[in-house]
């Protein structure tokens, strides 16, 4: 939480940090203004409120964020860079009248956007030329780790976009009951086959609809592709009946802020024994998952906890053989925001200090994929882990496979 960075800031060492760019391009950004729409760097040093710099054309813009002010027309930049000539010799300088008047010193971490290559050289002359230590964090940084536990306000912004996002699948379960089938297929008015790509259109539509944003790609896949986890479908497959269908939805606030995430799996009609078979098991496995987080466990027991249950129950796993494609073959979840992934993270790499604590909201998705046999099966959930250490499923759309 923002209330946790001072704390965080003296548990790593570091005085200060500043951190530039778009805040619409960066959710650590965003998450410090809290609007999208300005260019920004902000300098925060340990134990004092943030600074944004910003353009004069923005000052409307800066205002809604309460933050410390300063217009960068008093730097005059214009006139720095035609002095120097060379975009990293400008951007030297003017940090360094920025490091002379708020007093950075000592050990200063730096985020953004910034290319990777120019990065190097402009971070190697700052600690060369300045009295800094340019910082390493391994794993986290300050601002991934204040967002990895949420406040009550940031849980209520996840949770109507879970119950908008609970709407547009509803929505989506109704057109498909309501579909007439013919020769195998489900029909549409014009008596083509209904396929992929028109479930795909119908859901952007309905996700906008509801003044939600779609970042990327919606998964909708079926058959063999629901076999294979981050296939996002093939938009000219038809419908057909007694084929597992994976509904994967991730949409985002308008403008930019928090993310929700759910996946379904469905059958039209009947599904095999088989499938049956495998989606109660992937079911079981979510309930025993959210029935046993707890606050100050590492987050790779719980993986492991995973894999033994689907091995017990003859399924591959990463575990048993790293390179299977079939099984289970990714991690349990991953924590939800400002960004779709973020942290905490799940996983078999043991090294990763991922802790469960109070605060965290994280998805909870198990799955089994038999591509070579037809078909996948993926559950998700987004489950929240109160300030007593409860787990609440922020999830309220119920699980049912066949329509």
């Known amino acids: 939480m923002k209330k946790d960075i001072d704390r965080i800031m003296a548990e ?36 004092e409120d943030p600074i944004l710099l ?28 035609d002095e ?29 956007l910034t290319r990777a290559g120019y990065a190097y050289h402009l971070l190697t002359e700052l600690s060369r030329q300045f009295p800094i230590e340019v910082v390493y964090e391994p794993w ?19 949770r109507k976009v879970g119950e908008k996002t609970a709407q547009v699948i509803d929505r989506l379960v109704d057109l498909l009951k309501s579909m007439p089938r013919r020769d195998g297929h489900l029909i549409k008015e014009d008596g083509e086959p209904l396929r992929i790509g028109d479930l795909r259109s119908f859901v952007s539509q309905e996700i906008y609809s509801l003044g939600l944003r779609e970042v990327g790609q919606t998964i909708l896949s079926i058959g063999r592709d629901a076999g294979v986890p981050h296939n996002y479908g093939n938009d000219s497959d038809p419908i057909v009946p007694g084929k597992t269908i994976i509904f994967d939805i991730f949409p985002q606030e308008a403008g930019g802020g928090y993310f929700f995430d759910c996946t379904r799996t469905f059958v039209i009609g009947e599904a095999e024994p088989k499938v049956k078979e495998c ?19 590492r987050t790779y027991e719980y993986e492991e906890k995973l894999c033994e249950f689907f091995e017990r129950n003859g399924h591959k796993t990463l575990r048993s053989d790293p390179q ?20 905490p993270s799940f996983g078999l790499i ?35 882990l109160d300030p007593e250490g409860r787990v609440v499923n922020l999830t309220p759309f119920p699980k049912s496979l066949e329509i």
Request: charged share 30%.
């Open 54 to 81: 910003h353009q004069a054309m923005e000052r409307d813009e800066a205002k809604k964020t309460g933050l410390r002010l300063v217009d960068i027309s008093r730097y005059n930049l214009r006139k720095i860079y």
């Open 279 to 297: 989606y109660e098991l992937v079911k079981e496995a979510q309930e025993m998952l959210i029935g046993s987080f707890k606050v100050g466990v």
């Open 140 to 158: 986290r940084n300050i601002l991934t780790e204040a967002r990895e536990t949420k406040d009550p306000e940031e849980i209520d912004r996840i």
């Open 12 to 47: 790593k060492h570091i005085d200060a940090f500043i951190i530039e760019g778009d805040p619409s391009k960066d959710p650590s950004l965003y998450y410090l203004l809290g609007v999208g729409k300005i260019s920004a760097l902000i300098i925060k040093k340990r134990g």
């Open 350 to 384: 043991r090294s990763k200090p991922d802790i469960l604590k109070p605060g965290m909201v994280f998805t909870v998705e198990p799955g089994l994929y038999y591509p070579d046999q037809g078909f996948g099966i993926r559950l998700e959930d987004v489950v929240y």
């Open 84 to 112: 120097e000539k060379d975009p990293l010799r400008a951007q030297l300088r003017y940090l360094g009248i920025l490091f002379e008047e708020f007093r950075i010193r000592g050990r200063v971490a730096f985020y953004g």
């Open 324 to 343: 299977t494609k079939e099984g289970y073959v990714h991690s349990l979840g991953h924590g939800l925001g400002l960004q779709v992934h973020e942290p």
